[in-house]
């Protein structure tokens, strides 16, 4: 009986490994796809004024991929969403922090004058 019970729960674990990896192959181009949206959306925190429309649209557009890949079966896909979120955070102190800089030049250019 017991010699059963392991088999069940290797059968179980080696099913559950062949999900994950099917879940892992069909959503790969998505991923990758996320991924390459993630760092737009770091480039567009590097635009003053206009950028962070930039980094909301495609960081949200990056944590749907990585959500619609969990429900999926990705496993991956729920890592992703909280590198995501937490990118999402810094991106929005680094488009601060540029518009910070470059309002304080452009009022010391202007103070110049």
């Known amino acids: 009986m017991n010699q059963l019970n392991e088999s069940d729960v290797q059968n179980a674990l080696q099913q559950r490994l062949v999900r994950e990896e ?5 959503t790969e181009g998505l991923m990758r796809t996320a991924r390459t949206l993630r760092w737009i959306g770091w480039v ?6 206009i950028g962070i429309v930039g980094v909301v649209l495609f ?4 944590i749907l991929c990585f959500a619609y890949a969990q429900s999926k079966g990705n496993p991956d896909g729920i890592k992703q969403l909280l590198i995501t979120l937490a990118s999402l955070f810094a991106a929005g102190i680094v488009w601060v922090l ?3 800089t470059v309002l304080g030049l452009f009022g010391a250019a202007m103070s110049m004058h």
């Open 98 to 100: 540029v518009n910070l």
């Open 22 to 26: 099917a879940g892992r192959r069909a």
């Open 44 to 49: 567009c925190a590097l635009v003053p004024i």
């Open 59 to 62: 960081l949200l557009s990056t």
